[in-house]
């Protein structure tokens, strides 16, 4: 999953839009902050191309920072350089939530889907517990994602912004990357336990003469 991700670099420079943005926006106008925003996308795009990475990893990161400075450029409000990935965390929380109170937990769901789609993975509890567990963490990061940086937002702080999203960013996606990871190989021990063929250690009945 980090792999998928760009790795435990790609992760690393996924957070330095964000610090470049907030430092500049601190000593510089809004054109400038811009400049250098833009500048360091296009930079972080062109080093994680020469590193290897996945085409797909590095172009998602240079749009989601294209969307953003976009946004900004349009509003002319610094502070809307957060505005998408807040309300993504409000849709992320919406779909979480709502998974776990519909009693399909969206990791089981994704389980299963990977898995062929076939697997009667709710008839078992301790199965459905783990990934009750872990959609409830991420519902649990997603609305407090939105919470916090939503009422910072109705503030204007733009860098308290930039602070509530490295801390509550990177950190917590792997934490509950790791329990999504943690109910999947749950399931799929349970499913592979359920599926191979039971091992025959009954001896062989002794015939009396």
């Avoid at 994680?48 to 349009?74: H, P, Q, T």
């Avoid at 960013?169 to 329990?179: E, S, V």
């Amino acid at each position: 999953m980090v792999d998928q991700m760009g790795g435990p670099l790609g992760l690393t420079y996924s957070v330095v839009p964000v610090i470049v943005f907030v430092l500049a926006n601190t000593f510089l106008s809004l054109t400038p902050t811009i400049a250098l925003s833009i500048t360091a996308g296009v930079g972080l795009f062109v080093v994680r191309l020469v590193r290897g990475e996945r085409i797909a990893s590095a172009v998602g990161s240079l749009v989601s920072v294209a969307v953003a400075i976009g946004i900004v450029m349009w509003t002319g409000s610094a502070r809307d350089f957060f505005v998408v990935g807040i309300w993504a965390s409000l849709a992320g929380f919406v779909l979480t939530a709502g998974s776990l109170l519909a009693r399909r937990p969206v990791s089981g769901v994704i389980w299963n889907a990977v898995h062929g789609g076939r697997n009667n993975w709710r008839a078992h509890p301790g199965d459905l517990r783990a990934h009750d567990i872990a959609t409830a963490f991420a519902a649990l990061v997603f609305g407090a994602r939105f919470v916090i940086q939503q009422w910072l937002y109705v503030q204007s702080n733009t860098g308290g912004l930039g602070i509530a999203r490295l801390a509550m960013g990177t950190p917590l996606t792997i934490l509950a990357a790791l329990l999504v990871v943690w109910a999947f190989r749950r399931s799929t021990t349970s499913m592979r336990a359920t599926t191979s063929p039971a091992s025959d250690d009954r001896r062989p009945e002794r015939t009396l003469p």
